[in-house]
């Protein structure tokens, strides 16, 4: 072999492995992006381990309850299947509220209780997250027609 040809093949296999590399760390920075969406039936059938999801359905009635002095609340989202209780910090959307539909995205904690970083509610009656719909007829609950959208609120 030619020091020419063996200096091509050194260049070309450092490419390759620079290629590579560059592959490992897009995909990496998608992993860690990636934000799954689950209603409460499906966390009972996959658990979720500490990975960020949106937990999404309707907002249980009689179920939201403020802590006094803080800006804490404590609600249930429910798929009319099953529950989940969720625990926020932070300013609610002002469409937030009982019997309608709401995405939070957060973690499970240990004790089993979602907290939330963001909550997400739709604008009416005739507005419905996709997934919230999606979810509310895979569980077999009434679910609101019309296009989709959502209003967003992050707390500061």
Request: charged residues 25%; without cysteine; glycine residues 10%.
């Amino acid at each position: 072999m030619t020091l020419k040809k063996k200096r091509r093949l050194y260049i070309l296999l450092t490419a390759m492995l620079g290629l590579g590399a560059a592959t490992v760390l897009v995909l990496t920075a998608f992993q860690d992006n990636l934000v799954f969406f689950y209603s409460p039936t499906d966390l009972k059938q996959r658990p979720t381990g500490t990975r960020a999801f949106r937990l999404g359905g309707m907002v249980e009635k009689g179920s939201v309850a403020r802590e006094p002095g803080t800006p804490t609340v404590r609600f249930t989202v429910t798929d009319f299947k099953n529950t989940q209780p969720v625990i926020y910090t932070g300013v609610l959307p002002d469409l937030f509220r009982e019997g309608q539909g709401v995405v939070a995205e957060g973690r499970i904690r240990p004790d089993g209780l979602f907290e939330a970083r963001e909550v997400l509610a739709k604008h009416d009656e005739k507005y419905m997250p996709p997934e919230v719909s999606d979810a509310l007829k895979r569980a077999g609950g009434p679910e609101t027609g019309g296009q989709h959208a959502v209003s967003t609120l992050k707390p500061k």
